[in-house]
């Protein structure tokens, strides 16, 4: 990881599998970047994460307890509070109503889960060399899912 000059960006991963969690911090020691991970395992816990601090970059599963990740996806875009997060879908489901959805509830990316540490490494770098701070990027539909199978 490189540190030199570089301020840690704080992700918050609403994730509830442990192994996917795993996974995730894995790679997120690998990449070039300085990162703060911290989770949320379900929604309701994201959301009192998210009243607490916001991070950021959110990285959200949809298939979560209590409040999946569309009902937190659309409770984050109807809050003015949040209109600078971005937020990125981060979901083993790929049908097109799902992505749709998501596309439309005002997500900045979705992201298929990848299969491997090395995918998910790329994913991650392409991600962080985004300037959020500057830039909310919403990228067109045809770009929207960053790794289609």
Avoid: H
């Avoid at 997120?28 to 990162?35: G, L, P, Q, R």
Wanted: include cysteine; aromatic fraction near 10%; glycine fraction near 2%.
């Amino acid at each position: 990881m490189n540190l030199v000059n570089e301020q840690a960006t704080n992700i918050l991963l609403a994730e509830d599998d442990d192994d996917d969690y795993y996974v995730f911090s894995l790679a997120v020691e690998e990449v070039s970047y300085a990162i703060i991970l911290s989770r949320a395992a379900n929604g309701e816990v994201l959301m009192k994460l998210l009243d607490e601090k916001t991070p950021d970059i959110l990285f959200l599963d949809l298939l979560m307890p209590c409040q999946d990740g569309r009902q937190c996806l659309r409770a984050i875009r109807s809050n003015q509070k949040f209109d600078d997060l971005p937020v990125i879908i981060y979901s083993s489901l790929t049908d097109l109503v799902n992505v749709e959805y998501c596309y439309r509830e005002g997500s900045n990316l979705f992201v298929i889960k990848p299969t491997t540490i090395a995918e998910l490494n790329d994913m991650l770098e392409r991600i962080l060399s985004i300037d959020w701070k500057k830039t909310l990027y919403y990228p067109t539909k045809a770009k929207f899912v960053l790794n289609e199978r």
